[in-house]
């Protein structure tokens, strides 16, 4: 698949397949497309060329309304992007209730149910603003879970966050991982993503140079371009 | 952090000089300069060399109550009965063109291709109607559709054609209104109502347009209060309102005292509206200053 931006060449040809229950983290620089590449595959942006295939069907066909396959596939942003005018309930029902058309009470329910399972059984009635950072992204997270997925995307969701209140979003996306979801993940956290990745792969120069398991590409890697790359988030203080 | 609203808009206004013993010092200050200035302008009115000449024409007391009262018995019209026609039709006017307006601004604001005739028709009609003097549009629609000799269209009352003429301008500048609240929902919104699987007219409907009528309530009332004046227009077309009533009685009985009456009212109108628009957008200040820390 291949991206472009007027004349600006974001992706050059991207490869990637995420396999069911696979954790995989996208590494790369400031700029390097990982934004980009997750919004292309939840049609958010057109492809330039190139297709991109969702449990054995091309969502990326002109056949294809991207309003129904967005319904499976749940993104979550780097600021939140929770509604401001509804509550914290509201915004998770929404698209149950409006794009899945499931009923009101019965998405009630669900979002009461995620709320307390991530610890946020309080906040159902309380308007975006009054949460913190970390509580309004693991609402956010709740919010494309409520549509029950079969991919997540989530773009640095942690980066606009107080670094204490990091944990408690990571600690989501672990849990999430345990029960199988399927995720692609753009991050800078490369703790995390040794943690939780089944594959790590490194995005730059709009293709991605090396993909590998975290422990081989973390300790071996194999193009130049990766080991730079690794080498300035060391120094950063951030491996 | 764990700092609530409630401390910091406390904080704010002891910043702004509210607060406490400052707060009564303030208003003891304030009330005696308002004093002082007002005598001041009453002494240079009464002591200008044609005070009492002014005072006679335009703020004769029985001439201003004959003419809030009105007498049938000697041919001229209640301008407190006329003002509530003015009321009537702003209210109308005001209901009509919110519809009107959003329609316009949701059709303005389209991107697909087979709504291309619409948004030409909405720009083309927005140009116009924002750009002709209010009072040509409201001659035009009174004098124009009962020329046309047709039922219904052509035989409605003075004030009906007024009201027309008045949304049809007013809805062109409130359309634009409401669109620069529509475009100031930051674009992530629209993403991530898409994201949730809603179309185009859905996200618009649940996401965008709450947080736009949301912001463009200020201005939109500044628009009405302003409507509410222009209602006096339609008195070019005949009807009877509170500026028409005093034009009447100022013709019959040589005074103008009629019109400061008619000004009074509409002054009583629209006050309020204004205290209320501040009210509004010092609300939404203070929302935007205690959501900013958290
Ligand atoms: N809507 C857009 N229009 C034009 N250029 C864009 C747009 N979105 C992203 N870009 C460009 O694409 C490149 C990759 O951006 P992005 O995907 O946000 O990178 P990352 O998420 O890795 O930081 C950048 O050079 C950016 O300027
Ligand atoms: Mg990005």
């Known amino acids: ?83 401001p005018h509804m509550t914290v309930l ?34 159902a009635g309380d308007y975006p603003d009054r949460l913190s950072g970390g509580q309004q992204q693991r609402v956010a997270m709740i919010r494309a879970l409520a549509m029950s997925p ?90 | 952090m764990t700092e609530s609203p409630l401390d910091l808009s406390r904080r704010g206004s002891r910043l702004f000089g509210g ?15 308002t004093i002082v200035v007002l005598a001041v302008l009453a002494a240079l009115f009464l002591l200008a060399p044609g005070s009492a000449a002014v005072r006679h024409t335009f703020f004769s007391p029985p001439d201003m109550w ?22 009537r039709m702003f209210l109308a006017a005001e209901a009509i063109i919110v519809v009107l307006a959003l329609l316009l601004a949701v059709i303005r604001q389209s991107t697909g291709p087979v709504l291309l005739p619409l948004r030409v028709v909405a720009l083309g009609y927005v140009d116009v109607f924002r750009g002709v003097p209010t009072i040509l549009v409201v001659y035009a629609v009174g004098f124009g ?71 463009v309530i200020p201005p939109l009332l500044n628009d009405f209060i302003s409507l509410q004046k222009d209602t006096a227009l339609v008195s070019v077309l005949g009807a009877i309102e509170a500026n028409r009533a005093a034009e009447i009685y100022s013709s019959t009985v040589f005074t103008y005292s009629s019109f400061v009456v008619a000004a009074l009212l509409f002054l009583i109108l629209t006050i309020p509206l204004a205290r209320f628009t501040d009210h509004l957008i010092a609300r939404d200040r203070r929302r935007r200053l205690a959501g900013a820390t958290i």
């Open chain 1, 1 to 83: 698949m291949t991206k472009s931006f007027g004349d600006h060449e974001v992706l050059r040809g991207i490869d990637l397949v995420v396999a069911p229950s696979e954790v995989i983290c996208l590494i790369g620089a400031s700029g390097s497309g990982k934004s980009t590449l997750l919004r292309c595959v939840n049609l958010l942006e057109p492809v330039t060329s190139g297709s991109v295939w969702l449990g054995g069907q091309e969502i990326t066909a002109p056949a294809i309304d991207p309003d129904l396959v967005r319904r499976h596939i749940g993104i979550v942003f780097q600021s939140y992007n929770l509604f």
């Open chain 1, 90 to 123: 509201k915004n998770i029902t929404l698209g149950p209730v409006k794009a899945l058309r499931v009923p009101h009470a019965q998405a009630e329910g669900d979002a009461l149910a995620l709320l307390a399972r991530f610890g946020l059984a309080d906040r």
């Open chain 1, 150 to 239: 079969r991919l997540m995307l989530l773009d640095e969701v942690t980066s606009a966050l107080d670094p204490e209140l990091v944990a408690e979003v990571l600690d989501v996306i672990r849990e999430l991982a345990q029960a199988g979801m399927t995720m692609l993940i753009a991050t800078h956290e490369m703790t995390f993503a040794r943690d939780v990745a089944s594959r790590v792969a490194f995005l730059a120069d709009g293709e991605i140079v090396e993909e590998a398991p975290p422990s081989e590409l973390f300790e071996n890697p194999r193009d130049e371009r990766t080991r730079r790359f690794l080498r300035r988030i060391t120094d950063a203080g951030r491996l």
């Open chain 2, 19 to 33: 607060g406490g013993q400052g707060q009564a010092r303030g208003a003891a200050l304030s009330t005696a300069s």
């Open chain 2, 66 to 87: 004959h003419a809030l009262i009105g007498d049938p018995a000697k041919g001229y019209y209640s301008v407190g009965a006329a003002i509530w026609l003015n009321i």
């Open chain 2, 145 to 215: 559709l009962p020329a046309l000799n047709l039922t219904v269209v052509s035989t409605q009352d003075p004030a009906v054609y007024g009201v027309l003429g008045l949304v049809l301008s007013y809805s062109a500048y409130v359309c634009e209104v409401f669109r620069a609240g529509i475009n100031s929902v930051p674009l992530a919104q629209v993403s991530a109502a898409r994201s949730l699987g809603l179309t185009q007219p859905q996200a618009m409907r649940y996401v965008i347009l709450p947080q736009a009528v949301r912001t």
